[in-house]
């Protein structure tokens, strides 16, 4: 089993938060359409052979592309074992038409950048649109058949309150969807909200309210009986994201557009570099290898997996390390900051938002 992820660089206009590689401009999506068929035909020997059984469009945003373009691109892959394809997409994009387009592409699994439904602090990270436009776009991807819609929301957003964030997420939830991805804003240098804090123009939460939040952010989503199955992820019973479960579990994808990342089934991981122009004068030579020492990958997987609810495998890791992580876990089980279950490692759901220290903690050298 494997999957597909397809980057597209290009935004309406950025995000004041944002540092995914995208570009405010349509310009060249014609051109990325073609460079694209040459890559995936130039790569496609990195699966194996491995069965195709997700195709994720992610970006940037996806839905800024026509919709003859965006069915062109989904033709290209094998889709007779696809059963996860996800367009993510902003809710001012969202259409009647726009719908039963990426239906009829084959799309069966929206990821929506909502946010917030606060229209004062949509405007504050420069989301372009309203509360009211995400609620309608969920409504009208129910009506077009479309219902498995995942919704993106921030917490510790400027202006952000515990009770505005409570209303964010009882709103969503009760909206329909059936997962829901939340994370705490952070600010990364280059951004514009990174440059407005240097200016003292915002300011970030306290630890004691994003803690706050993240606790109302828990409650909420198990009220609404969805399962906390990784650090920023919730679903609905069997609504769990296959496409980036598999990240979890080590199988093969292969990413494709500039900026996106692969792990072929030789175990090597590639990525190309964030250079549309780059990208375009060479789609099948763009792909670099990324050097990784078995250092690397041990703890990539101790990184991964502690953020999900099932936690590490000690008995998947070499002796060696596994008698160093179990070494170093033992002040952290004694603490409370991991649970023994088995040959796993947990971090329990109320340590997950100061995980970090705990997972560092642990890494092999
Ligand atoms: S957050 Fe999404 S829509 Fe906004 S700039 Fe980044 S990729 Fe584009």
């Known amino acids: 089993m494997a999957g597909i992820y397809v980057h597209v660089p290009f935004c309406h206009s950025k995000c004041f938060y944002c540092d995914f590689y995208s570009l405010a401009s349509t310009a060249r999506v014609d051109a990325y359409a073609d460079a694209l068929a040459r890559e995936w035909a130039a790569r496609k020997g990195e699966l194996g052979g491995e069965s195709v059984t997700t195709l994720y469009f992610g970006g940037g945003t996806p839905s800024i592309l026509r919709p ?55 405007r504050a990270v420069g ?101 906390h199955y990784e650090i920023s992820n919730f679903a609905r019973p069997g609504m769990e994201s296959r496409h980036n479960s598999s990240y979890w579990t080590g199988a093969p994808y292969l990413g494709l557009g500039p900026g996106a990342h692969s792990l072929g089934a030789d175990g090597v991981r590639r990525f190309v570099p964030s250079n549309l122009n780059r990208w375009l004068a060479d789609p099948e030579n763009a792909a670099e290898r990324d050097e990784e020492t078995a250092t690397d990958r041990t703890n990539d997987r101790i990184l991964i997996s502690l953020r999900t609810a099932r936690g590490l495998d000690l008995s998947a890791l070499e002796a060696d390390a596994a008698a160093h992580i179990a070494q170093a876990a033992r002040p952290h089980v004694l603490s409370g900051n991991l649970v023994e279950t088995g040959t796993h490692l947990v971090v329990p759901e109320s340590r997950w938002l100061l995980c970090d220290s705990v997972i560092r903690d642990l890494f092999v050298d």
């Open 127 to 227: 989301r372009r649109h309203t509360a009211a436009q995400a609620l309608e776009a969920v409504r009208t991807l129910r009506r077009a058949g479309i219902g498995n819609i995942s919704g993106d929301l921030i917490y510790g957003l400027p202006g952000q309150t515990v009770e505005s964030w409570r209303e964010s997420l009882r709103t969503l939830l009760g909206s329909g969807i059936t997962h829901l991805s939340a994370y705490c804003l952070s600010f990364e240098q280059g951004t514009r909200l990174y440059r407005m804090r240097e200016k003292g123009e915002v300011a970030e939460q306290d630890d004691e309210v994003i803690e706050r939040m993240y606790g109302v952010l828990c409650d909420q989503a198990r009220r609404a009986g969805m399962n």
């Open 68 to 122: 003859d373009v965006f069915s062109r691109l989904a033709a290209l892959f094998p889709l007779q074992k696809v059963d996860e394809f996800t367009i993510e997409v902003n809710p001012e994009d969202v259409s009647e038409a726009a719908a039963e387009a990426w239906l009829k592409a084959g799309v069966n699994r929206v990821s929506m950048g909502v946010q917030s439904l606060d229209d004062a602090e949509l």
